[in-house]
């Protein structure tokens, strides 16, 4: 005993054993609402390691269905697909992201074929990917992306990514109108059942670095006249607001973990589900912190995604999916 008397509440007594911890934990994570991003590469003969992403490849289509299967196997939820035409097919209005034969539809297609309906397949509907000069949008005379011949474009590449074998298409080019848009283009064409998950608090973020070497983009400049400044933070519920009323099924914001406030107020407006992407540069920084010892990769890993689900995102789209789902033991 001491002289003092004792606290008048004891916290740590929730705490004393694994069980008593288990028993009061107020987030859990399931690999069910992991979404593991992949790349598909055209004109590769076997999977390119990413540098900026240690343990990442860019996919041929075999390697990449047998990674979704993996995924599918360890319980995650989804898979994200993202495509990286030769740099031949690259034009200025990345006509490549059209073509139902095109690297990222096509491997739609494939994926489809072979999963059916035993995952969510997402696909990323940008321009970036297949532009050859980089942005997510056309570029007008004067060197602008114009919103809304972009809009056109988009609309189209939905259908075609709908008619490739996408559950859910992901509007990522941060075009004010493109959920509205892509709604409307599926519905005329019959897709009624295809979801829309808008990118709808999308920050210009340096933490995007490493996925410019994983589609091996070519974009000079920055994306800050359409991504939002990472100042900003009411901003993210107006663009929530107008994704909401333009017919998003789900909203995410993007990144993660250095946005967790955006994330929780989003989620806290939000009346359909809220994803959250932990981008390549969180990836990227925990890879190097590991590989130099520094950190417990395990550990970040779980924390991180507890984090970002604790903040308020009911899914995660994580480089770490199928790893965590297996540290989760799923
Ligand atoms: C745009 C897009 C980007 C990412 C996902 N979709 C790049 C960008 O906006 O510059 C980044 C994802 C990541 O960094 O992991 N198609």
Do not use: W
């Not at 992991?34 to 490849?57: A, C, H, K, N």
């Not at 509007?171 to 109108?177: L, Q, Y």
Request: aromatic share 4%; proline share 6%; charged share 20%.
């Amino acid at each position: 005993m001491t002289a003092y008397p004792g606290p008048p509440e004891r916290p740590r007594r929730l705490r004393g054993t694994p069980a008593l911890r288990r028993l009061v934990s107020q987030t859990r994570l399931h690999p069910a609402e992991l979404v593991l991003p992949v790349f598909v590469r055209d004109g590769i003969t076997g999977p390119e390691p990413i540098g900026s992403m240690p343990g990442v490849v860019q996919h041929t289509p075999t390697s990449l269905v047998a990674a979704a299967r993996e995924a599918v196997e360890a319980g995650v939820g989804g898979i994200m697909v993202f495509g990286v035409p030769r740099a031949q097919d690259k034009d200025a209005v990345g006509s490549v992201g059209l073509d139902p034969d095109g690297v990222l539809n096509a491997a739609l297609r494939t994926l489809r074929t072979e999963l059916g309906d035993d995952t969510v397949i997402m696909s990323d509907l940008c321009l970036d990917e297949f532009t050859d000069h980089g942005h997510c949008g056309l570029v007008d005379d004067a060197g602008r992306v114009d919103n809304d011949s972009t809009l056109e474009v988009y609309a189209r590449m939905a259908v075609a990514q709908a008619e490739a074998g996408a559950h859910v298409v992901g509007p990522s080019g941060m075009m004010d109108g493109q959920v509205r848009v892509v709604r409307q283009a599926l519905d005329a064409a019959g897709h009624q059942d295809i979801s829309v998950l808008a990118y709808t608090a999308k920050y210009a973020s340096g933490f995007y670095g490493p996925f410019r070497e994983a589609v091996a983009s070519t974009l000079q400049g920055d994306r800050a006249t359409y991504q939002q400044d990472p100042a900003n933070r009411a901003e993210s519920l107006r663009e929530l607001r107008l994704d909401l009323e333009e017919g998003a099924d789900m909203v995410m914001v993007k990144p993660a973990l250095p946005y967790l406030d955006v994330l929780s107020d989003v989620a806290a407006q939000s009346d359909v589900p809220v994803a959250a992407y932990q981008v390549s540069g969180e990836y990227a920084m925990i890879e190097a912190a590991a590989s130099q010892g520094l950190l417990d990769r395990d550990r970040m890993v779980i924390e991180t995604l507890t984090s970002i689900r604790r903040a308020g995102a009911q899914v995660v789209l994580t480089y770490y999916a199928t790893t965590a789902a297996r540290l989760l033991g799923g």
